[in-house]
């Protein structure tokens, strides 16, 4: 990893960069940089690198299968005739452009912010809700759910399922309700 410090109109700016050093990377002109699209909207889900046929493998991932069942897709390249480094700089700051336009990206290094992660704050006696991950709201148009509410007798209610020992007979519902102040 690199550390990128710099100054840009006036202000210090300080940026993260996953690029391996130069040396030792292959220096032949045969990679380009690759992005897979919804071909309908144009909207771009997927940015890579690559050399020889790999822009059209879709052997990535469940997720990137699903737009590829769900959506028409399609796949272009961006720029071609590059070093693997030069590929790698590039194919970065693309995804980098994408991530600040807050476009979603089925990238692996960005599943951070495509997967499960909650920024609700659970309060009591609130009911709290589902989120669904970046992907399935931007490309299924998924919202988040609230739970079902709970009325306050449901809470005092008891059920108990019982069965044999051998567990070969149907189940049997028990319940009651559990009295405050008995």
């Known amino acids: 990893m690199n550390i990128k410090i710099g100054f840009e109109n006036g202000e210090l700016k300080i940026g993260l960069s996953t690029l391996p ?21 144009g909207d771009v889900f997927y940015v890579g690198k690559g050399k020889g046929d790999r822009y059209k493998s879709k052997d990535r991932g469940i997720e990137f299968q699903r737009l590829l069942d769900t959506f028409t897709c399609d796949v272009r390249i961006i720029k071609d005739n590059l070093t693997e ?86 189940y049997i519902l028990k319940s009651g309700i559990i009295k405050i102040g008995m």
Request: charge should be negative.
């Open 21 to 41: 050093d130069e040396e030792g990377l292959n220096n032949e002109r045969i990679f380009y940089v690759y992005e897979w699209f919804l071909s309908k909207s």
């Open 85 to 170: 480094y030069e590929a790698l700089h590039l194919e970065e700051e693309i995804i980098a452009k994408y991530l600040s336009n807050g476009e979603v990206l089925l990238n692996r290094i960005t599943t951070a912010d495509n997967s499960y992660s909650p920024t609700q704050k659970f309060e009591y006696m609130k009911v709290p809700y589902v989120e669904a991950i970046a992907i399935d709201k931007k490309y299924y148009g998924i919202t988040d759910k609230e739970f079902d509410k709970v009325k306050d007798y449901c809470l005092m209610s008891t059920h108990f399922l019982t069965h044999s020992v051998y567990g070969c007979e149907p």
